[in-house]
Nanobody
Framework: QVQLVESGGGLVQPGGSLKLSCVVS????????MSWYRQAPGKQRELVANISSGGTTNYSASVKGRFTISRDNNKKTAYLEMSSLKPEDTAVYYCNAVYAYWNLDYWGQGTRVTVSS
């Protein structure tokens, strides 16, 4: 069974930094396109960042220049490094993996990030 497990969330002050991790098991990691989504209270889930199986990255306008997505295929892990955090970054962050050829996708349980003074 495919499993995604996020970690690294917590409480951080505005302007601070945090690093999230997503460990994938049960499938070949290198062929997956990996993404981070987030859902704030009362809002729809939104795409934050994406990294393809080839290493190409994309970011939403709201986080570009502050967040960095990366992957380590040997560790079967995707990361989201967050800096200059703002209160509006407060949300539950979800890891997503896509095997596009077969139209398959997988989700983690989420990790909560709270940015507050």
């Amino acid at each position: 069974q495919v499993q995604l497990v996020e970690s690294g969330g917590g409480l951080v002050q505005p302007g601070g930094s945090l690093k999230l991790s997503c460990v994938v098991s049960g499938t070949t990691f290198s062929v997956l396109d990996m993404s981070w989504y987030r859902q704030a209270p009362g809002k729809q889930r939104e795409l934050v960042a994406n990294i393809s199986s080839g290493g190409t990255t994309n970011y939403s306008a709201s986080v570009k220049g502050r967040f960095t997505i990366s992957r380590d295929n040997n560790k079967k892990t995707a990361y989201l490094e967050m800096s200059s955090l703002k209160p509006e970054d407060t949300a539950v962050y979800y890891c997503n993996a896509v095997y596009a050829y077969w139209n398959l996708d997988y989700w983690g349980q989420g990790t909560r990030v709270t940015v507050s003074s």
